[in-house]
């Protein structure tokens, strides 16, 4: 059992449920939230994010992605503590529990539901999966922010409320912004690893000094993102919490100056700790005013 915990990669659920949290707090305040269709977007998001991370292990392995020189955690497929036919019928099984509960938001809310589902599915297998993987690209860092930043907030919003809202498309992009450096940092992590594998990530396209910058952007840029649209809308509170976790971001913005290889790992879990205070202290301050 322990092995498949590890290959579902529980620490990266943060970055999943901190726009879970923010999108369903606005809906409340706007009276919309529906506790059934909120049950049912929390574990259709959160399979997605499992599905997807059995997917990366399973098509990483295939793809020789994942090699001795690996620095990051052990991949389970790539160390065959779990057979590669059981990872990939996991990872379909995740897909599918997803889909059925996606089925119920679709009846709730039509095809525009229906259509981020499937290209979220489909964005989770194709990121490492098929001919031309995204990952390898360098398109994970736009994917992460799209679809863990302003589609997981507002769509969450509009699921329970049945319109777009504003803010939660804003605050979203912040959280997007932010959990973007999570994958900013592993790909940082991994750089020479990827560089040798033909993993094309922006780290290894531009360079680790591309990527420590991103780090920082993203870092900053979402707090300051999130404290300036409070400030706009007169939520105090909500701009302090941005001010606090940006402050604690310092440091972790001095550490991946100064890391490299294997002692960045940390920051992963740090980063997405982070990401999710952020979600709570602008939910919590939307509440306060």
């Known amino acids: 059992m322990k092995h498949w915990i590890h290959a579902m990669r529980l620490r990266t659920l943060p970055a999943a449920g901190a726009p879970l949290i923010l999108g369903g707090v606005l809906a409340y305040l706007d009276r919309g939230l529906h506790w059934g269709i909120m049950l049912c977007a929390v574990v259709s998001a959160l399979a997605i994010q499992i ?13 020789g992605a994942d090699t001795e020189l690996r620095v990051g955690p052990v991949r389970v497929t790539q160390a065959g503590l779990i057979p590669p036919h059981h ?13 059925l509960a996606g089925s119920v938001l679709m009846v709730r809310c039509g095809w525009p539901i229906v259509g981020i589902g499937l290209v979220s599915i489909a964005m989770g297998i194709l990121y490492t999966g098929g001919p031309r993987p995204l990952g390898y690209m360098g398109l994970g860092d736009g994917l992460v922010f799209v679809f863990f930043g ?70 900053a ?69």
């Open 150 to 219: 302003p589609v997981a907030t507002a769509g969450t919003y509009y699921v329970n409320v049945l319109q777009w809202n504003l803010t939660a498309l804003v605050l979203g992009s912040a959280l997007g912004v932010m959990a973007t450096a999570i994958i900013v940092v592993n790909n940082l992590r991994d750089i020479d690893e990827d560089r040798t594998t033909g993993k094309t990530t922006l780290a290894v396209r531009f360079g680790a000094t591309f990527a420590r910058w991103e780090y920082t952007f993203c870092m």
């Open 51 to 63: 599905g997807t991370n059995l997917a990366n292990d399973y098509f990483d392995w295939k793809n």
């Open 87 to 99: 990872v990939w019928w996991a990872m379909v099984a995740c897909f599918g529990i997803a889909a």
């Open 221 to 289: 840029g979402g707090c300051f993102l999130a404290g300036g649209w409070a400030v706009a809308n007169g939520r105090g509170w909500s701009a302090v919490a941005a001010g606090m976790v940006g402050a604690v971001a310092i440091r972790l913005m001095r550490q991946v100056w100064k890391l490299d290889g294997r002692a960045l790992d940390p920051l992963l879990g740090q980063t997405g700790r982070l990401l999710l205070a952020l979600s709570l202290g602008l939910s919590l301050g939307w509440v306060l005013g």
